[in-house]
């Protein structure tokens, strides 16, 4: 397939012609008024009509942040984005293409992830047509192909990376939402680039488990974080029992056997992992 490129066409400002055409209305209403016979006045009005009418489909409005696409009988001749009342042959089709940024938000797509887990994932996508002969000559409705390439894009995005991340430097859909975010506009730029479509921004705005195993997930995120939680707790109480045995022993304040020194550490421990109050049991008796 021949892929069309934007180019421009000059056009001409259309003030002078609307006054000309004007003044040809005025000339040609005074002239049937006043010509003789009716025969010529029927001939001066057709004629008159037929050239008035066709110098009025020369003139055409291109509003600012918008372009007009001429073609002649489906033939491309150019593109026009000089804002304002322009004139150009009576018989180009004109097909105004709007050059403002537009953005809309996918639906609640259920995909796979890397890993295999179903999850829900939304966008939003940022975008304008940089090229208005792509988008009207290369693809049959860009609107509705910007919509369907772009959920195709997210889906494919979306199985590439995981949802949580399982390791350090392991890039996830959760934890990364800069990385993500510019993979999910290159992904999207690359399959638009052909309707004349530049993705100024897009960005997850919806991401979830999916409802049937969402449950289990949160189950697994909460005990992963008491996991992590308990391993941060237990080297500090391995820090603290250290600092206390290396304390007593500097300050010679009481010198234990192995068997007591075990004994020690494993009631600081209790005291210091334990996620309930303990109770202290005080000995009145012997050192031994």
Same mark, same amino acid.
């Given at each position: 397939?021949?892929?069309?490129?934007?180019?421009?066409?000059?056009?001409?400002? =259309?003030?002078?012609?609307? #006054?000309?055409?004007?003044?040809?209305?005025? $000339?040609?209403? #005074?002239?049937?008024?006043?010509?003789?016979?009716?025969?010529?006045?029927?001939?001066l009005?057709?004629?008159?009509?037929?050239?008035?009418?066709?110098?009025?489909?020369?003139?055409?409005?291109?509003?600012?942040?918008? @372009?007009?696409v *001429?073609?002649?009988? =489906?033939?491309?001749?150019?593109?026009?984005r000089t804002?304002?009342? %322009? &004139?150009?042959?009576? &018989?180009?089709?004109?097909?105004?293409?709007? *050059? %403002?940024?537009?953005n &809309?938000?996918?639906?609640?797509?259920?995909?796979?992830?890397?890993?295999?887990?179903?999850?829900?994932?939304?966008?939003?996508?940022v975008?304008?047509?940089?090229?208005?002969?792509? !988008?009207v #000559?290369?693809v049959?409705?860009?609107?509705? #192909?910007?919509q369907?390439?772009?959920?195709?894009?997210? %889906?494919? +995005? $979306?199985?590439?990376?995981?949802?949580?991340q399982?390791?350090?430097?392991?890039?996830?859909?959760?934890?990364?939402?800069?990385?993500?975010?510019?993979?999910l506009?290159?992904?999207?730029?690359?399959?638009?680039?052909?309707?004349?479509i530049?993705?100024?921004?897009? %960005?997850?705005?919806?991401l979830?488990? $999916?409802?049937?195993?969402?449950?289990? +997930?949160?189950?697994?995120?909460?005990?992963? $974080?008491?996991? !992590?939680?308990?391993?941060?707790?237990?080297?500090?109480?391995?820090? +603290?029992?250290?600092?206390?045995?290396?304390?007593?022993?500097?300050?010679?304040?009481?010198? *234990?056997?192995?068997?007591?020194r075990?004994? +020690?550490?494993s009631?600081?421990?209790?005291?210091?992992?334990?996620?309930?109050?303990t109770?202290?049991v005080?000995?009145?008796? @012997?050192?031994?």
């Open positions: 397939m021949a892929e069309i490129r934007e180019r421009e066409v000059k056009s001409t400002s =259309g003030i002078p012609f609307l #006054f000309v055409l004007l003044a040809a209305s005025a $000339a040609l209403v #005074f002239g049937v008024i006043n010509i003789e016979p009716k025969g010529m006045k029927l001939l009005l057709v004629i008159g009509s037929l050239i008035i009418l066709t110098g009025l489909s020369g003139l055409y409005k291109v509003e600012p942040n918008q @372009s007009a *001429l073609s002649l009988f =489906g033939k491309y001749i150019g593109t026009v804002p304002g009342l %322009r &004139f150009n042959n009576p &018989f180009y089709t004109k097909q105004k293409i709007s *050059l %403002r940024v537009r &809309f938000e996918s639906g609640k797509l259920k995909v796979n992830e890397l890993d295999g887990s179903p999850i829900e994932i939304a966008a939003i996508v975008w304008e047509v940089n090229d208005s002969a792509e !988008a #000559f290369n049959d409705d860009y609107e509705s #192909f910007v369907i390439q772009s959920e195709a894009a997210i %889906r494919a +995005m $979306a199985t590439s990376y995981p949802y949580d399982h390791s350090d430097g392991t890039i996830s859909l959760r934890s990364h939402p800069t990385e993500i975010s510019d993979r506009r290159d992904e999207i730029q690359d399959r638009l680039s052909k309707a004349g530049n993705v100024i921004e897009a %960005r997850i705005s919806h979830a488990y $999916a409802p049937e195993i969402a449950g289990a +997930m949160l189950q697994r995120q909460q005990a992963g $974080a008491i996991i !992590a939680a308990r391993k941060q707790i237990v080297e500090g109480a391995v820090g +603290m029992v250290e600092d206390a045995l290396n304390a007593l022993s500097a300050k010679d304040i009481v010198e *234990l056997d192995d068997e007591r075990a004994a +020690m550490v009631n600081l421990l209790v005291v210091l992992c334990s996620d309930k109050a109770q202290p005080v000995n009145t008796g @012997s050192l031994y």
